[in-house]
């Protein structure tokens, strides 16, 4: 069973840019779909990218499309998100996720990391 530790959150100013990092760890890694979700206060976890094994292939929510980035080092067994062009509403805190199948429901993803939190202010 891989374990998943985020880090990189904090508190930056809208038009920031960060970078969350997922440090992962058993041998399965290079083999699972890494994802990246994002929950606020009140709301559901929201899907934000997905990246497959290889990192030939990713998908974005249309919401963070052309701002964030995923991209993963299997050497090092790490997915990282990098955030640009931060808005208020990107606040939230950030899971990692792994599974099998490149979906973007939470229930597909069944090894989760703790959480980091991204502040945007305004």
């Known amino acids: 069973q891989v374990q998943l530790v985020e880090s990189g959150g904090g508190l930056v100013q809208a038009g920031d840019s960060l970078e969350l990092t997922c440090a992962g760890s058993?041998?399965?890694?290079?083999?699972?779909?890494m994802a990246w979700f994002r929950q606020s206060p009140g709301k559901e976890r929201e899907f934000v990218a997905n990246?497959?094994?290889?990192?030939?292939?990713?998908n974005y929510a249309d919401s963070i499309k052309g701002r964030f980035t995923i991209s993963r080092d299997n050497t090092k067994s790490t997915v990282t998100l990098r955030m640009a062009n931060l808005k208020p509403e990107d606040t939230a805190v950030y899971y990692c996720?792994?599974?099998?199948?490149?979906?973007?429901?939470?229930?597909?993803?069944?090894?989760w990391g703790q959480g980091t939190q991204v502040t945007v202010s305004s």
């Open positions: 990246i497959t094994p290889s990192g030939g292939g990713t």
């Open positions: 058993g041998r399965d890694f290079k083999t699972l779909i």
């Open positions: 996720a792994a599974g099998w199948l490149p979906m973007k429901s939470p229930r597909e993803y069944h090894a």
